[in-house]
């Protein structure tokens, strides 16, 4: 045997590469000094004295007396680089800047005042003094009586009145947190971009002027905040509906049995309807608002063929997402209450729909309950849209007097017309008008929300809500809709928030009120402005120590929903009344929780893969009115850019880049074609009627049941004149829209208007063949390129991408899209002819792949940018 590669005995042992490097080191760390010998040989010595180097040198040790001299050196060639340059304000942390670009000194901390001080006497510009910035404005009477208003506050105030109110009247209402909102956030409305000159503005969303998105970079930042804290966005903007019933003759079941039939009469659809009334009146119902597909537009034959409406045969359009809440039983009295909240671009078509529901109820002699309809009034009033609330702070020993709590717009007409007016405000009028006010709601979502929520709400001293909110939020396990009803205290006594306190455990389980108290009377706005309890905290003798509630603060309802949630995630959604919203938000805010705009909080729902509404329900009047805004918004920009720099969509054979109804016209037709084929007369019939969004996955009607009858039917040679069951849904599915998911199987980021293209079974066993070579040897990709170079045909185009971009929780590009429900059919059931010839692998050790290509339903996607083909799966998904 040859000896190479073995270490004989008189070989020494070489060190490993660590101990190698640890010797490198030292020596780069020691310098070894030579010692000089003697080589005089007088006797006569030197009167030199003699100096006794050291053996070694150590760098580190000797360098360290100097690190301090050297820092300082280093921090004055920077300090002196930058000191012309640079504004004291902007040597302040990011976050911190906002409020700090003024000629305030008092807002810059002291060590930067004096560089403050003097870059505005280098401007001349006249620094204001403490004196001059603190200056108290009044008569001798109200500083006696300890107040002061601030310099011009008063006219301030009443100019930010002026403009709420001015948006209001156009159509671009200001919510209650719109003056925290407008300070960090980019609002709907501005103008954001400015092209030849001039600006090209996005139109108001929907009637209000709300956040879209944060002035910093948040996408990323939100995102991991959901995941790991919390974060919250302020939805009071939508739409709520109060439909009452009362008993005029029978009983309370009576009211109840008259509601579920008006409900189910206007098309909601869920679980929402029941015998027992205690139980669901515990939850919130999300559901969808649907409206059977028109068949007055249908041929005579198909009205001939129609089979009876069951849940296998209804066919009916999506029109509304909305959520259900009813009311708790009163004993006493014989009436029954449901609110419905709704996305504000839908509430028109809502309350349309419980109309027609209640008016053949009306007419009908029968009847032994008479059924109410009131919208809720969703815009605030000026005064508490644009009150700081800071007013009336008072100093001194005088203690705080009590106010009378009355509504923002009751104390405007007050100081209007007088005592005339005083006398017929009387207490059924207030609470009447407490109940026609719409809710403020905050959605607050994140492994953290239980925490943010029992450090903010303080119930009060009774015994069974502080149990039962403890218990549920440490839980963190509960039934979707879940509602909580509760009463609080104001949350400015216990501002800031504090961690909750540990509750007693409690022997015996107590019984939870259900009154929903909110919902039923309504709330007063606050007693004390902000800046009364700030007086009241500044005398306390302890600084810092908090406000303990008495008898004459105010105790605010609050109602807690159960959002749908994962196992490492909870979603809250808190309904408050109208002029405790700011309150509540500072208190929510100041933990450090992540505050979502519009664009953050559509880009959260489809990193979740969940259509949002209005934006992904295609073929609603909600989602028509958002398609021609942002598409003419989309257009402006396109035809403003230089045609060298814009895109050629007549080039890359793009029809339809911005949208539209042709759009989905033609999307219908390809899925007919593409599904059934050109020999069929339901081609021209498909032509009559508009697109409509199929609501059956939403609803107990299953999917894969139509996948099963469509399969069934192509079996059968697509027999037209068969007695199938399938034949007479063929004329209804013909024009339906199914919302898909999709993620790119390998590259590709998709974006809004993208084409979604079908492929043959032949070619889908290609591609499929392709991606897997690919995901096996990556160097085996001529052939996949090759495939994605390839062009395609118009005829192909089944669907179109609605919202896309890249996925931050899987790595993938992904999107939310439409397609025609036929052309689903059929590539579902290509999937199952696939999946029923591929023969399962004996090899079971085989190593698992870590990220596996997705190949199931595969679909292409062409970039209205032009590029190259992208293969992407696509699945069904729910509208909820």
């Not at 009803?485 to 800031?496: G, H, I, K």
């Not at 902000?530 to 500044?538: K, L, M, P, Q, V």
């Not at 074609?673 to 199929?694: C, F, M, Q, R, T």
Request: hydrophobic share 35%; charged share 25%; glycine share 6%.
């Amino acid at each position: 045997m040859s000896s190479l590669g073995k270490r004989t005995a008189e070989e020494p042992l070489r060190p490993n590469k660590r101990a190698r490097q640890r010797e490198q080191k030292k020596l780069a760390h020691q310098i070894d000094v030579e010692s000089q010998a003697s080589t005089s040989t007088s006797a006569v010595s030197s009167p030199v004295p003699s100096v006794k180097l050291p053996a070694q040198l150590f760098v580190e040790k000797e360098l360290a007396s100097y690190a301090y001299e050297t820092q300082s050196l280093l921090k004055a060639i920077k300090s002196s680089s930058g000191g012309s340059s640079i504004r004291a304000w902007q040597m302040l942390p990011r976050h911190k800047r906002r409020r700090n670009a003024s000629h305030n000194l008092l807002s810059l901390p002291k060590r930067l005042r004096g560089k403050g001080k003097a870059e505005l006497r280098a401007s001349n510009t006249t620094p204001l003094s403490r004196s001059d910035i603190r200056k108290r404005k009044g008569r001798k009477l109200r500083a006696m009586m300890g107040a002061y208003p601030r310099r011009k506050e008063g006219k301030r105030k009443s100019e930010l009145i002026d403009r709420a109110a001015d948006a209001a009247a156009n159509g671009k209402a200001w919510l209650e947190t719109h003056m925290w909102h407008a300070k960090r956030f980019r609002m709907s409305g501005q103008e954001s971009k400015m092209i030849d000159g001039k600006p090209i503005v996005r139109t108001d969303r929907w009637g209000f002027n709300l956040a879209e998105e944060s002035h910093l970079k948040s996408f990323r930042s939100s995102w991991r905040d959901e995941k790991n804290a919390v974060t919250i966005i302020d939805r009071s903007y939508d739409a709520w509906l109060r439909v009452s019933a009362i008993a005029r003759k029978g009983t309370l079941s009576d009211s109840i049995a008259a509601l579920s039939s008006i409900l189910q009469k206007a098309g909601f659809d869920g679980e929402w309807k029941g015998d027992s009334i205690g139980i669901y009146s515990q939850r919130a119902f999300e559901t969808v608002l649907s409206s059977p597909v028109d068949k007055d537009k249908e041929n005579r034959r198909d009205r001939e063929n129609e089979v009876e409406e069951t849940p296998l045969t209804a066919s009916r359009r999506a029109v509304a997402k909305v959520q259900i809440f009813w009311q708790p039983a009163q004993d006493a009295s014989k009436r029954q209450e449901v609110l419905i909240r709704t996305h504000p671009t839908s509430i028109a078509q809502v309350e349309r729909a419980v109309r027609q529901a209640i008016v053949p109820g009306l007419q009908s002699t029968n009847t032994k309950a008479q059924v109410d309809l009131v919208r809720l009034n969703d815009i605030p009033h000026p005064i508490i849209s644009a009150g700081s609330g800071a007013k009336g702070r008072r100093h001194g020993k005088q203690p705080v007097r009590k106010k009378e709590a009355k509504p923002m717009e009751v104390k405007e007409i007050q100081r209007r017309s007088g005592k005339e007016m005083i006398e017929q405000l009387t207490q059924n009028f207030l609470r009447e008008w407490q109940r026609k006010q719409a809710y403020n709601v905050f959605e607050i979502c994140g492994p953290s929300a239980d925490k943010l929520i029992s450090k903010v709400l303080v119930p009060t001293e009774d015994y069974n809500d502080q149990s039962h909110l403890a218990s549920k939020l440490r839980s963190g396990k509960g039934v979707d809709g879940e509602i909580i009803s509760l009463e609080v205290y104001d949350p400015r006594l216990s501002f800031p928030p504090r961690g909750e306190k540990k509750q007693k455990k409690q022997a015996a389980s107590l019984p939870v009120r259900n009154e929903q108290k909110l919902f039923v009377e309504g709330c007063p706005t606050p007693t004390y402005s902000s800046g009364e309890i700030h007086s009241r905290r500044a005398s306390l003798p302890i600084p810092g120590s908090r406000l303990k509630p008495t008898s004459k603060d105010d105790i605010i309802p609050v109602i807690l929903v159960r959002s749908r949630q994962s196992s490492h995630q909870s979603n809250w959604t808190i309904v408050l009344p109208r002029g405790w919203g700011k309150a509540f938000w500072l208190s929510f805010v100041h933990p450090g929780t992540r505050v979502l705009g519009q664009k953050q909080l559509h880009a959260l729902q489809f990193d979740k893969g969940k259509p949002t509404f209005p934006c992904d329900w295609v073929s609603t009047p909600a989602f028509k009115r958002w398609a021609e805004s942002e598409g003419q918004y989309a257009f402006d920009i396109w035809h403003r850019t230089p045609p060298a720099k814009r895109v050629n969509f007549d080039h890359n054979g793009i029809r339809w880049p911005f949208g539209g109804d042709a759009l989905w016209l033609e999307v219908v037709r390809n899925g007919m074609v593409y599904s059934i084929g050109d020999n069929s007369e339901h081609i021209k019939n498909s032509a009559k009627g508009s697109p409509w969004l199929y609501a059956g996955v939403s609803r107990s009607f299953t999917l894969h049941v139509l996948i099963e009858m469509y399969g069934d039917w192509i079996k059968r040679d697509k027999a037209v004149e068969s007695s199938l069951p399938f034949v007479p849904l063929i004329s209804q599915l013909s024009r339906a829209i199914l919302v898909v998911r999709l993620t790119a199987c390998r590259r590709g980021a998709f974006e809004r208007w993208d084409e979604i293209h079908s492929l043959s079974y032949e070619q889908s066993q290609r591609w499929r063949s392709s991606l897997q070579a690919t995901q096996d040897d990556k160097y085996q990709r001529d052939q996949l390129q090759n495939l994605e170079q390839k062009g395609v045909k118009g005829s192909s185009h089944i669907g179109s991408i609605t919202t896309g971009q890249f996925a931050l929780s899987n790595g993938r590009g992904k999107a939310i899209g439409s397609i025609s429900l036929l052309a689903y059919l059929q590539i579902a059931w290509h999937e199952q002819q696939f999946n029923s010839t591929t023969q399962p692998t004996s090899n079971g050790t085989k190593a698992v792949v870590r990220n596996p290509i997705p190949l199931s339903n595969l679909v292409l996607i062409r970039s209205t940018k032009g590029g190259p083909m992208r293969a992407a799966s696509m699945e069904a998904v729910s509208l909820l």
